[in-house]
C-alpha cells in the first residue's frame, strides 16, 4: 500500500509565503506525476500544480508567477512554494499522485488527508 502525508499548512497573511510538503511512502515502483489541489468551502476540487515525470510543471492560472511546484525524486516528495498569498487562496489543499507498485502492473491514484491554508487580509 501507498500513503501520502503533507505538512506545511497554517495560517498567514495576506503577502506572505508557505511550503507545503508531501512525501509518498509504501510500495512504490515508479511515480507517474505528483500534483496539489485545493478545496475551499462550497467549492469543487481544482487542480493547483502538477509536476510530471519527466519535470514538466503545469499551473492554474490563478496561481502562475506566485506558486512553484518541485519534486525530489529519490526522497519521493513534492513541494509546493506559495508565495505572495491572497485570501482566495484559503482552502484544504491536497496532495495527489498516480504511482506504480510494481514493473508490471497498473498505476493507481492516491491522496493525501490534506493540510489546511488560511490567508488571512
Known amino acids: 500500500q501507498v500513503q501520502l502525508v503533507e505538512s506545511g499548512g497554517g495560517l498567514v497573511q495576506a503577502g506572505g509565503s508557505l511550503r507545503l510538503s508531501c512525501a509518498a511512502s509504501?510500495?512504490?515502483?515508479?511515480?507517474?506525476?505528483m500534483a496539489w489541489y485545493r478545496q475551499a468551502p462550497g467549492k469543487e476540487r481544482e487542480l493547483v500544480a502538477v509536476n510530471t515525470y519527466d519535470g514538466t510543471t503545469n499551473y492554474a492560472d490563478s496561481v502562475k508567477g506566485r506558486f512553484t511546484i518541485s519534486r525530489e525524486n529519490n526522497k519521493n516528495t513534492v513541494y509546493l512554494q506559495m508565495n505572495s498569498l491572497k485570501p482566495e487562496d484559503t482552502a484544504g489543499y491536497y496532495c495527489n499522485a498516480r504511482i506504480y507498485s510494481s514493473a508490471y502492473g497498473p498505476s493507481n491514484d492516491y491522496w493525501g488527508q490534506g493540510t489546511q491554508v488560511t490567508v488571512s487580509s
Open positions: 509504501g510500495s512504490i515502483f515508479s511515480i507517474n506525476y
